[in-house]
């Protein structure tokens, strides 16, 4: 047996183990920049990235789009009679992948691991197969569970929402799913449980109640959340935000509607933000915009790493390369103390007409060199010092006395109007920004790799 594969057949016989061969190399299926025990400060670039692949994109989509069937061989579906043993072999495929890639992580909805059963007991005794195996599979490779959800929006019971629908029913049933997704996280260790809010949202407000829908769905996380801690979760509950689709208005809208929400509903002490850069675009964001934020509050948790098209209004979910986009976001995460529970999961998608054995790997490469890269070139910034110097000196007249008083709450609107009598019009706030030559010493950094 192979060391890389785990189940009774190879799924991916073309591709071995992917190795580190530097910039130079011209081996499609080799690291150019992941060198995953290369030391960046204190840590590896493996304990930095955390990277995880997502079941749903890579072994469950099969390139179906509004317009045309599926396009993907995926073997695994192919050569099984029954739902659940397609299940076993997709898993078997899956743990190759990861085994090969070399990422530490993966992440699942409970559909993607076991198919919906005739009713809920049988859903939960599908899932509870596949998790053992799961659970053999994981200690086979190392391989770790980043993060579990329930998917509450692929079945057209959902199409009113899941937490937030106006049929009692139908929540309860939503209930049933997040129970079991809670359990098959815990069993798996698990070090995240997330929640993107599918169809939490409306597509009119003249058949919607957005007042009850939005304390539903506050009530529906308090119910999840006790749950977890009851049953010994000890990681983080996650929120992905993002703005519209499937639902016209989403309620998780972005990172800041997000934080909002988590406040007045007192449910800050256990969730984060598990930050989607094309959600960010969809919400007019830049990706960076949305982890500063949330790392502003206090909420930074995990990241969904994916890029959309500038040209699309739409949820690409292509794989991410620029490496402009990713030098900002491990800025930004760096800044933010990195990730503790969280990592980057690749929550993207090869185009369906990648068709070809290998697209799978090289789309994961790619994207593993883009946040490698960024992460060389985040850390060269930080350790630079130039920008963040930069940044602390246009704000020093806060350091004086003056300044210091009114950050820190210890001063009115009359004093502060008094200060401002006597600093006078003169040349008050005629300072540079220096936007073009911060850019271009950004073009520097990125180009010194
Ligand atoms: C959908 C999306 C989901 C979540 C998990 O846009 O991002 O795949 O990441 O439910
Ligand atoms: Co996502």
Redesign the pocket.
């Known amino acids: 047996m192979s060391d890389y594969y785990v189940g009774k057949k190879e799924y991916f016989p073309k591709v071995g183990k992917i190795k580190y061969e530097g910039p130079k190399s011209d081996n499609p299926l080799a690291f150019k920049y992941y060198d995953p025990e290369k030391k960046i400060g204190k840590k590896t670039m493996k304990d930095h990235l955390r990277f995880a692949v997502?079941y749903?994109?890579s072994f469950c989509a099969d390139g179906t789009d509004p317009f045309g069937s599926a396009t993907l061989a995926q073997p695994w579906k192919t050569d099984a009679k029954k739902p659940m043993d397609a299940a076993v072999h997709k898993l078997d495929a899956a743990f190759e992948f990861f085994s090969k890639l070399g990422v530490g992580y993966y992440?699942f909805?409970d559909r993607d691991l076991a198919p919906e059963g005739a009713t809920p007991a049988e859903s939960e005794k599908n899932l509870f197969t596949m998790v053992r195996k799961a659970k053999k599979l994981q200690k086979a490779t190392g391989v770790k569970l980043l993060w579990g959800?329930a998917?509450l929006?692929s079945h057209p019971r959902f199409m009113n929402g899941a937490a937030t629908n106006p049929e009692f029913g139908v929540v309860a049933l939503a209930a049933t799913q997040v129970k079991a997704a809670i359990d098959a996280t815990i069993e798996l260790r698990g070090q995240g449980y997330?929640?993107?809010g599918?169809r939490e949202g409306y597509m009119s407000l003249m058949n919607t109640d957005l007042k009850k829908e939005k304390d539903h769905l506050a009530r529906f996380l308090i119910m999840a959340r006790d749950y977890g801690r009851k049953h010994g979760f000890k990681g983080t509950f996650y929120i992905?935000p993002?703005p519209m689709?499937p639902a016209k208005h989403q309620y998780d809208f972005d990172t800041e509607t997000v934080i909002g929400f988590l406040r007045h509903y007192g449910l800050d002490r256990d969730f984060r933000l598990?930050i989607?850069a094309?959600?960010a675009e969809l919400a007019g964001h830049d990706f960076i915009h949305e982890l500063e934020t949330a790392a502003a509050a206090g909420f930074f948790g995990s990241v969904?790493a994916?890029r959309g098209d500038a040209r699309n209004g739409w949820?690409t979910?292509q794989f991410p390369n620029s490496y402009y986009e990713t030098a900002l976001a491990m800025y930004a995460i760096l800044r933010a103390g990195g990730f503790t529970t969280g990592g980057l999961?690749f929550?993207a998608k090869i185009r369906r007409n990648s068709i070809d054995h290998a697209d799978l790997f090289l789309a994961h490469i790619g994207g593993m060199d883009a946040f490698a890269a960024g992460l060389v070139i985040a850390d060269k910034m930080i350790a630079d010092r130039k920008i963040s110097a930069f940044v602390k000196k246009r704000y020093i007249s806060f350091n004086t006395p003056e300044g210091v008083k009114f950050a820190g709450g210890k001063m009115t609107l009359e004093q502060l109007s008094a200060i401002g009598e006597k600093v006078g019009y003169g040349k008050a706030g005629l300072k540079s920004g220096k936007q073009e030559y911060l850019e271009n010493l950004f073009n520097q950094y990125l180009l010194g790799l």
């Open positions: 997502a749903w994109h992440c909805h959800t998917n929006f997330t929640f993107w599918g992905e993002k689709e598990n989607e094309n959600h969904d994916n949820d979910d999961n929550d």
